[in-house]
């Protein structure tokens, strides 16, 4: 059978011939060009052509060209569109306008292209206002807009776009708007993310300098500019440009890996804010596919500095670097070395309840990320790089042995029964693992993987499947929703890979859940994963046995649509609409073969035909099943979500379902339910039944209207007599009258063409019922019409089949054979809907019918004077009429046809609209008003309008008279409610009048709006149901959506995207336009609620589409704000109005209008106004214009600078006089707002006079506690623009060298010391970032500057006073602070505003929480520099000296914000200055340090942490006071004597100064050591002491860290000095303990010094677990874990009790170390022999031979959290079949030796710890890996011990009672399962339950256990077991049964 198929420009057709051959003809001439031969594969030249040959496809290039129009796909024998034009030509758009959008989209990114570049080298964001702008961002949108609808894009388009959009995110030119940039982020990741784009490549470095922008806020070329934006708008920006970070990284240069590592590297310091920083842009930025040499290279040092980051926050970007190179480098870079660490990192992150104690101490306790950077990691989840790492390393054997054995271990927190957090967790596993494994297995069969075939995951070969199946089988019947969906991902994943492996033993359970009415959970969670993967149940390519299922599934599922519970309902439809997707409902006994043709015949055809037959009774028994429910709702509410979702899955699938039926199965569907749906019960329900019948109407329109609106109509009309009228049925209730109208006008919603013949019938119930009674029928009557005249006129897809729309009107379709069965994605044929010439003819006819007579109406009541009641309900339902009806014939209304508007004029001539590819015709009334035609698109039809204009003329002209009316009433109703003379009759005469008006708003709005109103909606919808196909993915053809109903729904939102995008440039702002928003505007501002609502709303929608609009609504709006005569609801409507985007925009973007502006909202009388509700629209005015105000500048000449910057400044001075005249009484919040606008204006304007800096400086000394918290901010921001704050720069020398001997760090004495450290000053006007140049452009006048040095030092009093209430955590109940709840969004939005001054200004959260205000700190420092006098100040100096001496927190606080702002200070300036503040500072501190109460440490604590920062971490620039803080604690040979709470203050203040200086305070923290010991500090006695002492030396610790995992000297000889004092712990027995109370003299001191002593130990150890930084410690400590063990016995309860919590924390603590060094990755069971587990391991062997029974039980303790912890590190090495490796024996060996031991407590510890030991373990008999060799001895033991012979020995009993627990361990393991092992095991046990106790009590409570955990699937475990076993179950009291 030939194929034809036509190229693009139709000049060559090529047709495929039934020989193979392909011939190429001219399709004019229909000439043989050519012809290919191909079965022989001949290439050549022929008739100017080319032939070029890319496996699979053929190119066929024109010569003279050179260009590729013609691509033949050789195999699947078809032409194919080239990729230019490819999504735009195709059968899925409609026909017709292929052509059209191809133009448009050319013509569209012409446009982009030519005026981009030119709007950024001007550097024009937004332009000069918003009616003529044409800058930066509208073209950008616009090209955002152009990828979101899917236009194409040539190569050298997309490379060129690519390229401009990449050097505007990382332009160092002007300034950036931040809205401008994240679009231009948007669009650049769209471009790249597809990752096509040939030729491209991206330099790295700029992006690195733009990234280092984003972090140093202050000195961001986005925010040194005139174009502010806020804090979401940063957020967002950087959300966009980190995925535009790793879209790029694609195309960086090879090179760009070296340059890297070289820059990014050394600046890794250790624990520091700069290693956070770094790792993240580390990982971000580095590429890996630039070969495995490289990587190899930097990987074991990469890895080796990520586990300094253990337990951070940061750990998932470590993990997706490492996943990006096992994804990359399969078969090239061997990651099996570090798999151990990495599953150990993994499971520990999960922080699993292991129902062991209290839970996890440290859970919580994870390192944040500074949030300075965390928009660096974008706060993924581990989960996402994990499970993408696990795929991509399947095809190693540890990364087989690791994730069965982290499967196993997870096994039982997949069960039903188990709930908690852990659940997203593993969730998000599950689906991760889904999506990446079928994409490895689809781009491995499509042979895309660059690999050897080795190390591909065959189909064949399952042991994925193996080692998941039995999670997933738990998972399924989990309560999560979360958890099923991630299930059913999964199993649809399987399910089309291993179909053998899954599909059946699947489909044997779900069937048996379908049938178990007693967990109705079990059969919902079946009916999900059932419906997902009914694809590759079905399918018969992949599946050819599962047709077999096909009708047991329809006839079991079918009692789940349940009437009672819709939950199930919802769930068993969703299954069957997926049903109806896949599998045409077609009898195979009415197939016709073709004829002359052998039919291919595959296995289980007559299997598959023999299923279709039970179709004819299974399809009424669904619909009967389906109405039931609808019989049983309750009515239907808009409100109510649960009658919404409802209605969805009810209308999806009854959809569905007639879109697979055959035409034979359709009518007798439909005779089926006009039998049922006529009677009485369904007209409650009618919006449900409404569905049924739009459905059945799309489906089958010709049988359906043939059979349905026939029998429905007969009860509403009949012919007369003579044949030529229609009259109502007598007898017909209104009821039934109502529902038969309502599903008629649904049946009609999408009949399309269909209808034609019925017109008849459908005027005649029009007719009939238009003028009903009944206002519901009356309704549903003008429905008719409506839904008439869209089905006619209107665009849509008349099929939504789930095959080809073709294969449907074949015969011949052997359609069983295509069930499951994807199509093309780009070849849908789907069928559109496109209106004929034909309908829209009779789509104008009943537009004369309707329409015209009631528009005549309107125009007659608008001629008249006044109107009656009667006269205003008629014209109430004309309007409703004329609404539904122009809602109806939307898509044809035609565009305004009078005068175009510019600049406020009519145009003298009319203007032609503009043709769209899109409006084949459009409804024009003729010029007497009488008839409709329909004429071509913008066809100038002499005489005639189109409708669109003529439905305008006549509601303005009505709109205008009802206002005009409504004008006198209003006057009258306020002169009634002043005298009180309002009456009941007055409010009666307006309440028409009020409908009237909101139902003109809403028809004027239909008019002007054009559909934008529905546009986001579409838009919303687009994106959902683009998520959607994304999780139907194709892994086989990679294509995103196997579903073609879903490919359907998406072509046609697309279409309407498409056609509302290009619409946007055709907009027309003609007369009529004009005149319909000034009706609009008048409606929006009248006294009723009613009306405003409805007209703003219609209103905004315009304005939207018609900016230009703006301007009038500003102008008009204004006028009502300034008039006095203007009532409370005109002014609501008005600041409601002026608050639109569109009208702030004109405001914000030029400077008359914003003069305007403010002289309306501060001369009038508004600022003085008391009414609450206009006050608060007032705010919420005044918070959109700060948020979108800037001044834009021009880009002109310098003149145009001048008369800018002269226009800007006179607002500033006219502002000022207003906001300040003549002390007129102002509303708090116009206070606030004005000077916030004051602020704005200055910052815009960076000009500050002299007026605007005393509205900040009487802000400051105000009353009002907002106010002053404002001019905090303002005089900040004014002084910081001033001089520019340096970015972070870490100076001295790299963090790997010793930069400082022990002892403390020398005081600079001279200047030449000075000079000899590198001190960057971090306060000057200029400063840099890597190269670019910053320079602040504000301008400080002398006046200026000298009114505020006189105001500050004059007033320094009251700015110390105000500083010190300023302190809302100190007095949250002071009466200052009543007003700061009301004014918090104003403050917010005016930080958010600026974000450089919300970083700098805001109050950042201090330790303790401590009220130190960083803002206070910034605006001090600020004023120093501006004011150096002010250091000198006898009131200041007063001050801070009664302050450090004073008990009240608040003046201790000010004095630390003081000295913290004095000591900066004096770092930024010469050494002179340095000396003077060092003058100040240093005696204050020493008051500080010396006296103080408790409630001040955090206060001071912060001053040391800031001034740390400030002095870059380098000590040295703070000898003085950091030599004072360490000497402090131990002068005056302070001793372990000393008093607790001074001690303790400076103990505190020292352990500050060593976290905060970090490895650069290695020195000052070794001689602390050192002192401490001397001081005998170690064992003080007061309990706060020793955990400071504790939290020192842990800080110390992290200080000296060396990455080579060597201990410093100091710190080991430390820990040896205090395991030699602590030997009398190692001395006690069970029985006893160190008692302190009962001994006396010398022995009582040094048993209270050890006891001491061992807090400290206890509380270093803590402290090294709650860091997260567990690799500082390495094994520094493990000589004070026995006595650790010991203490736990002590008298003394809080050393007990911190001993248990410490050992508890040690557990659970991430342990591990990497086990390689130097530049290779060495894997070895020799190289871990020195591992920190191993040794740990080995330590705790040797303890289990101690004579405390207590000691032996803890240690069992430890191992069991330790194991599960850890799992992966103890059990890497393990290999199938083989012995495990030494670590995981000795663990076993340990345990196995506490079973037997005598005291009964330990045995049973030991139990539990064996138990966790199997459960985490490869080869112990669970699904990782089986049973193996050790584990198989281990059991042998255990059988052996357990039948040791009581009364063979003392130890009998233990021996045999610890067989027995190791026994119950073994089968507990498997706690959801039976291996084969555990019957036989478990029956053993049988005959110890008649044993002495404790033996007995532990064989009965196993088999307990084992009935509690295997009930639920005992009809699965049963078979395993013998009748012999089973009978011994029941005799040991099992009583095993599915209903036990």
């Known amino acids: 059978m030939a194929m034809e198929a036509n190229s693009i420009d139709g000049s060559l057709s090529a047709m495929l011939m039934a020989d193979g051959n392909l011939v190429f003809k001219d399709a004019k001439t229909s000439d043989v060009l050519f012809l290919f031969q191909v079965g022989e594969k001949i290439l050549g030249e022929a008739a100017g052509i080319i032939f070029s040959k890319t496996a699979p496809e053929l190119h ?248 300094w980051a253990s337990r951070s926050s940061s750990m998932s970007i470590w993990f997706d670097l490492w996943s990006r ?185 779900w069937i048996h859940a379908l049938t178990n009415v007693s967990q109705s959970h079990r059969t919902m969670s079946a009916l999900s994963c059932m419906g997902w993967s009914v694809d590759a149940i079905l399918s018969r390519k992949l599946n050819p046995t599962g047709c077999q299922y096909l009708e047991q599934i329809l006839w079991k599922a079918l009692p789940g649509i349940d009437p009672v519970d819709l939950m199930k309902t919802g769930r068993t439809l969703t299954f069957y609409v997926l049903l109806f997707y896949t599998v045409p409902f077609v009898d195979a006994r009415k197939h016709q073969p073709a004829k002359g043709s052998m039919q291919k015949v595959l296995e289980y055809d007559e299997e598959a035909k023999r299923v279709t037959m039970c179709l004819d009774e299974w399809c009424p028994q669904f619909l009967d099943a389906l109405l039931k429910v609808i019989k049983q709702q309750e009515g239907f509410s808009e409100k109510n979500r649960l009658d919404l979702a409802t209605l969805h899955f009810i209308g999806r699938a009854i959809r569905a379902f007639f879109m697979c039926l055959s035409e034979r199965l359709g009518k007798l569907s439909i005779e089926h339910l006009a039998k049922r749906l006529t009677s009485a019960d369904f007209w409650s329900v009618q919006k449900y039944t409404g569905v049924v019948f739009s459905a059945a109407g799309l489906a089958l329109p010709t049988a359906a209207l043939e059979k349905l609106l026939l029998l429905f109509g007969k009860k509403l009309v009949e012919k007369s007599k003579d044949g030529k009228t229609w009259n109502k049925v007598e007898g017909t209730s209104g009821g039934e009258t109502e529902y038969s109208l309502f599903v008629i006008s649904e049946l009609l919603s999408k009949a399309g063409a269909a209808i034609i013949p019925h017109l008849d019938l459908i005027r005649g119930i029009y007719a009939c019922y238009k003028d009903a009674k009944s206002k519901d029928v009356k309704k549903n009557a003008r429905c008719i019409i409506k839904k008439t005249l869209q089905a006619l006129t209107s665009v849509y897809p008349a099929e939504y089949r789930g095959n080809n729309a073709e294969k449907w009107d074949d015969p011949t379709w052997n359609h069983w054979q295509d069930w499951g069965n994807f199509e ?47 006269e205003d309900s008629e014209l109430k339902e004309v309007l409703a009429h004329v609404e539904d009806i122009t809602t109806g014939i939307h898509c044809v209304l035609g565009d305004f046809s009078d005068r175009e508007v510019t600049d406020s004029k009519i145009s003298t001539t009319a203007s032609k609209p503009v043709v769209t590819s899109f409006q084949g015709f459009q409804l024009n009334l003729s010029s007497d008003g009488k008839s409709v035609r329909p004429c071509l698109a913008g066809e100038d039809v002499q005489g005639s309008i189109s409708l669109r204009t003529h439905v305008a003329n006549v509601l303005c002209g009505l709109t205008d008279r009802i206002i005009e009316e409504d004008a006198s009433a209003r006057k009258k109703r306020r002169v009634e409610s002043k005298d009180g003379s309002a009456t009941t009759s007055t409010a009666s005469t307006i309440k028409g009048s009020v409908q009237i008006m909101s139902t003109l708003a809403t028809c004027l709005g239909v008019l002007l709006n054009l559909g934008e109103s529905e546009y986001k909606k579409t838009r919303d919808m687009f994106k959902s149901k683009t998520t959607d196909r994304m999780s139907r993915r194709d892994f086989w053809s990679s294509k995103k959506c196997t579903l073609r109903t879903l490919n359907v729904e998406y072509a046609d939102l697309l279409h309407h995207l498409r056609i509302e995008f290009s619409q946007k440039f055709q907009r027309r702002y003609t007369a009529g336009v004009v005149r319909c928003l000034a009706c609009l505007l008048e409606l929006s501002v009248n006294d009723f609620e009613k009306v405003r609502s409805s007209a703003t709303g219609k209103l905004q929608v315009a304005l939207q589409r018609y900016p230009k609009g703006g301007q009038t609504a500003f102008i008009e709006m204004l006028d009502v704000v300034k008039s006095k005569d203007s009532s409370k609801e005109e002014l609501l409507g008005a600041l409601r109005i002026l608050s639109f985007p569109e009208v702030l925009q004109c405001i914000s973007t030029n400077i008359d209008n914003t003069k305007l502006f403010l002289e309306a909202m501060f001369m009038g009388s508004m600022e003085s106004s ?203 109940n002071s009466n200052s602070h009543r007003k700061r709840g009301a004014a918090a969004n104003i403050m917010r939005l005016v930080e958010t505003r600026f974000p450089y001054l919300h970083e700098l200004a805001s109050n950042q959260a201090g330790v303790l929480m401590s009220a130190f205000d960083t803002t206070h700190v910034r605006m001090i420092l600020l004023l120093l520099v501006q004011f150096p006098a002010l250091l000198k100040s006898e009131v200041l100096g007063k001050f801070l000296k009664s302050a450090v001496e004073s008990e009240e927190k608040e003046k201790q606080c000010v004095a630390a914000e003081f000295l913290t702002a004095i000591v900066e200070y004096g770092l930024s300036g010469s050494y002179s200055c340095f000396e003077e503040t060092k003058a100040i500072v240093k005696p204050l501190i020493s008051v500080v340090i010396k006296e103080g109460s408790q409630d001040t440490i955090g206060m001071w604590r912060d001053f040391v942490r800031c001034i740390f920062r400030a002095s870059r971490f380098a000590p040295r620039k703070l000898s003085y006071i950091s030599s004072a803080l360490a000497e402090a604690p131990f002068e005056g040979n302070a001793t372990r004597s000393t008093g607790s709470a001074k001690l303790f203050r400076q103990l505190c203040l020292l352990r500050s100064m060593l976290e905060n200086a970090g490895w650069r305070a290695k020195g000052v923290g070794r001689w602390v050591v050192g002192r401490l010991k001397e001081a005998k500090l170690l064992s003080h006695p007061y309990k706060q002491i020793r955990a400071e002492v504790g939290v020192i030396l842990a800080q110390v610790t992290r200080a000296c860290f060396n990455h080579d995992g060597k201990s410093d000297p100091t710190l080991k000889a430390l820990v040896e000095s205090m395991t030699t004092q602590l030997e009398p712990l190692l001395k006690q027995k069970a029985t006893e303990s160190v008692d302190v109370k009962n001994t006396e003299g010398d022995s009582k001191e040094q048993n209270k010094a050890v006891i001491c002593l061992a807090n400290v130990a206890a509380q270093w150890m803590i402290t090294s677990t709650y860091y997260g930084e567990f690799v500082v410690y390495n094994d520094l400590l493990f000589p004070l874990l026995p006595a650790i063990l010991n203490l736990q016995q002590s008298s003394d309860a809080e050393a007990a009790e911190r001993a248990k919590f410490c050992l508890s924390a040690w557990a659970y603590s991430n342990w591990g170390q990497a086990w390689f060094d130097g530049n290779a990755l060495e894997d070895s069971k020799e190289r871990s022999e020195g591992r920190v587990v191993d040794s740990l391991i080995g330590k705790l062997r040797k303890l289990i031979k101690v004579s405390n029974w207590h000691v032996r039980k ?125 019957p036989s095991t478990l029956i053993g046990l049988a005959e110890h339950t008649r044993d002495r106790i404790p033996v007995s009590t532990t064989a009965k409570k196993v088999f307990q256990e084992f009935n509690r955990t295997h009930q639920d699937e005992w009809h699965l475990f049963e078979e395993k077991f013998t009748e012999d076993q089973l009978d011994t179950l029941r005799d040991c009291g099992t009583t095993l049964t599915y209903f036990a």
């Open 1170 to 1372: 008391q009414d609450d509700h206009v006050q608060a629209a007032t705010q919420g005015l005044f918070q959109g214009l700060l948020a979108t105000f800037r001044a834009p500048v021009p880009t002109g000449s310098k003149k145009e600078m001048e008369a800018y910057t002269t226009k800007l400044d006179d607002l500033i001075t006219h502002f000022y006089k207003i906001f300040s005249a003549g002390g007129k009484k102002m509303h708090w919040r116009y206070k606030l707002v004005g000077t916030a606008m004051l602020l704005d204006l200055v910052l815009s304007s960076e000009f500050v006079t002299k007026d605007a800096l005393k509205v900040f400086t009487d802000g400051l000394i105000s009353d009002t506690f907002a106010l002053r918290q404002l001019s905090i901010r303002a005089i900040t921001a004014v002084l910081h623009m001033k001089s520019v704050l340096n970015p972070d720069k870490t100076s001295g020398k790299p963090w790997t060298l010793e930069l400082e001997k022990t002892g403390l760090t020398p005081e600079l004495k001279s200047e030449a010391d000075w000079k000899s450290i590198p001190i960057s000053s971090f306060l000057e006007r200029k400063c840099s970032i890597d190269g670019h140049t910053i320079v602040s452009k504000l301008s400080l006048e002398e006046d200026s500057s000298k009114f505020l040095g006189t105001f500050v030092m004059e007033n320094l009093s009251s700015i110390l006073d105000t500083l010190t209430e300023n302190h809302p955590l100190l007095s949250p």
């Open 1754 to 1878: 803890s240690i069992a303790e430890f191992l069991a959290i330790f194991i599960a912890r850890s799992s992966g590190l103890v059990s890497a090495w393990y290999k199938n079949g083989a012995d495990s490796h030494p670590t995981l024996k000795n663990i076993k060996s340990t345990l196995i030796n506490l079973l037997s031991d005598p005291q009964v407590e330990v045995r049973e510890a030991a139990s539990i710890a064996l138990r966790a030991m199997l459960v985490s373990s490869p080869g112990s008999g669970g699904p990782a890996c089986g049973m193996g060799k050790m584990v198989e001895k281990m059991r042998k033991k255990l059988v052996k011990l357990s039948k040791t012979k009581v009364g063979s020995g003392k130890d009998a009993i233990p021996q045999r009672h610890g067989g027995v627990l190791g026994l119950t361990a073994m089968i507990l393991s498997r706690p959801y399962s039976v291996p084969d092992w555990l």
């Open 325 to 509: 190179v096992a994804k990359h480098n399969i078969g090239k870079v061997d990651l099996s070395p570090i798999l151990a660490e990495v599953f150990a990192l993994y499971t520990q992150s999960l922080n699993l309840n292991l129902n062991l104690g209290s839970g996890n101490p440290n859970k919580g306790l994870e390192k944040r990320f500074p949030p300075k950077y965390k928009w660096l990691i974008r706060e993924q989840t581990i989960d996402i790089p994990f499970g993408r790492l696990m795929v991509y390393t399947l095809h190693l054997d540890r990364c087989k042995t690791l994730a069965a054995t982290l499967f196993q271990m997870t096994e039982s927190y997949f069960h039903p029964s188990n709930t908690g957090r852990h659940l997203a967790n593993l969730s998000t596993l599950l689906a991760t693992l889904s999506n990446y494994y079928g994409k490895r297995i689809g781009r491995e069969m499509r042979g895309e993987g660059a690999y050897e075939s080795k190390l591909r995951l065959e189909k064949k070969d399952s042991p994925f499947v193996k080692m998941i199946m039995p999670v997933v089988k738990m998972a399924m019947y989990s309560k999560s929703y979360r958890m099923i969906y991630a299930v059913q991902f999964l199993l649809r994943t399987l399910a089309n890979v291993h179909p053998n492996d899954v599909v059946g033993p699947q489909m044997k359970e």
């Open 60 to 307: 066929i290039v024109k010569k003279k060209k050179g260009e590729t129009p013609y691509v033949f796909d050789l195999s699947e024998r078809r032409l194919l569109i080239t990729d230019d034009d490819r999504g735009i030509v195709s059968t899925n758009t409609v026909p017709g306008s292929g052509k059209g959008f191809s133009q448009d989209a050319k013509a569209i990114l012409q446009d982009i292209l030519s005026n981009l570049p030119l709007a950024i080298e001007a550097g024009d964001m937004v332009g000069t206002d918003f009616v003529a702008s044409r800058g930066v961002r509208y073209y950008l949108e616009n090209l955002e807009e152009y990828l979101f609808v899917k236009y194409p894009m040539k190569n050298a388009d997309k490379k060129t776009v690519a390229k401009l959009l990449y050097s505007f995110i990382v332009s160092e030119k002007g300034t950036i708007d931040l809205v401008s940039f994240r679009i231009a982020c948007v669009c650049l990741k769209k471009l790249l993310k597809k990752k096509d784009i040939k030729g491209l490549e991206l330099p790295w470095r700029p992006l690195y300098g733009t990234v280092n922008a984003h972090i140093s806020l202050a000195d961001s070329k986005f925010l040194v500019n005139t174009m502010r934006a806020s804090m979401e708008d940063l957020k967002k920006a950087r959300k966009e440009f980190y995925q535009v970070i790793k879209k790029c990284r694609f195309y960086f240069p090879k090179s760009a890996t070296k340059e890297i590592l070289d820059t990014m590297l050394p600046r890794m310091e250790p624990f520091t804010e700069e290693f956070h920083k770094y790792q993240a842009l580390l990982c971000l930025f580095l590429p890996v596919k630039h070969g495995a040499e490289l990587i190899k290279r930097w990987l074991p040092r990469l890895f080796k500095i990520s586990l």
């Open 824 to 870: 093309d994605v780009n070849n849908l044929g789907i069928r559109w809907h496109v209106p004929t010439r034909a309908e829209l003819k009779s789509a104008a006819s009943l537009c004369e019918l309707a329409l015209v007579p009631a528009l005549d109406t309107l125009s007659k009541y608008r001629m008249k004077g006044s109107s009656t009641e009667s």
